[in-house]
């Protein structure tokens, strides 16, 4: 029996015999913190905020701050939902499920791709990689080199996918080189306006939702990994800079912070250090796991989740207990 059938198995036993009511028992004091990123099918978020109305006890950031650092008790079975880069399906698609279900949501900006100064790096590679007329690439990159087929779009897809996981671990500034060259290497002119699927947020439906109790932090002002940048002043400049764009856009503070790509090697003690010093009151990582009490509020841990999932996974996902 391979591991595939196995795995169907053990689903099956867990959903029917009582796993997910007790994956939610033996966590119910711990914080459960989504994070979303994309919305295209509303009628499957619709279950999913349907599920966490019915199973959970959804919390805001603010509250979430207030427990870290104020000693407010949260409620069993709590959970907040967060949703990264601010891209404008959340205002089409989303916001209006959120509001029909009054579940808090937490929405961090990149704020030069909200002033429509830039879009995300991985989308315009993307971009680049679907709309080429190359067949191949060859990529040499980061001491790598090999050359990709492009004839299919899941090859390139694929392509995109390597590119982009390889520019990652990038310095900054070979991360921008490579971003200049690319257009050129597969003969592709990358529009300097984010194309439809790619658009973000505009900065009046940000003002709209932020009236109706929408949330909204910061995700610095380029989306760089900030790891990868040269000094400090560059990094204050992306997470400080970010929290000051969005503030004066809004009038209010902005005090939660998501760290782009967010995996413990994509930030480290001097990030959290320029976070603290900002003024946030919390910053999320793409870590996965629960949060208790004593986490440290500028790492908090996350589990990752869309609205493509399958009920059942994304119910176990919610309870903390995938199998």
């Not at 967010?262 to 870590?287: C, H, L």
Request: hydrophobic letters at 40%; charged letters at 25%.
């Amino acid at each position: 029996m391979n591991r595939k059938v196995i795995k169907s198995i053990a689903r099956t036993a867990f959903d029917q015999g009582g796993g997910l009511r007790y994956a939610r028992w033996i966590n119910r004091k711990a914080l459960r913190i989504l994070m979303y990123h994309r919305f295209q099918d509303r009628e499957a978020l619709t279950r999913q905020l349907r599920h966490i109305r019915e199973s959970y006890s959804p919390v805001s950031m603010s509250q979430v701050a207030a427990m870290l650092s104020d000693g407010l008790t949260l409620p069993d079975q709590a959970i907040a939902v967060t949703v990264d880069d601010g891209y404008r399906d959340f205002y089409q698609v989303a916001y209006p499920v959120f509001r029909e279900y009054g579940i808090p949501v937490t929405v961090y900006l990149v704020s030069q791709f909200v002033d429509r100064q830039l879009y995300l790096w991985l989308d315009q590679l993307r971009y680049a990689f679907l709309h080429s007329g190359e067949t191949s690439y060859r990529m040499e990159i980061g001491g790598e080199s090999r050359t990709l087929p492009l004839t299919t779009t899941e090859e390139r897809e694929a392509a995109a996918h390597v590119v982009g996981e390889i520019a990652k671990k990038l310095s900054n500034y070979e991360r921008l080189r490579l971003m200049r060259e690319l257009p050129e290497q597969l003969r592709i002119a990358i529009p300097p306006e984010a194309p439809a699927e790619y658009e973000a947020v505009r900065w009046e439906e940000v003002r709209e939702m932020a009236a109706q109790g929408i949330e909204f932090g910061a995700h610095t002002r380029t989306h760089p990994i900030l790891s990868r940048l040269r000094t400090r002043q560059e990094m204050d400049e992306e997470i400080a800079g970010s929290k000051r764009e969005i503030e004066e856009q809004l009038g209010r503070p902005v005090e939660h912070f998501c760290y782009p790509n967010g995996s413990n090697a994509d930030f480290g003690a001097e990030a959290v250090e320029s976070v603290r010093q900002a003024g946030y009151r919390t910053a999320v990582t793409t870590e996965k796991g629960l949060n208790l009490a004593s986490t440290d509020p500028f790492r908090l841990l996350r589990i990752g989740v869309q609205p493509e999932l399958d009920d059942a996974y994304f119910q176990r996902c919610a309870a903390a207990f995938r199998v």
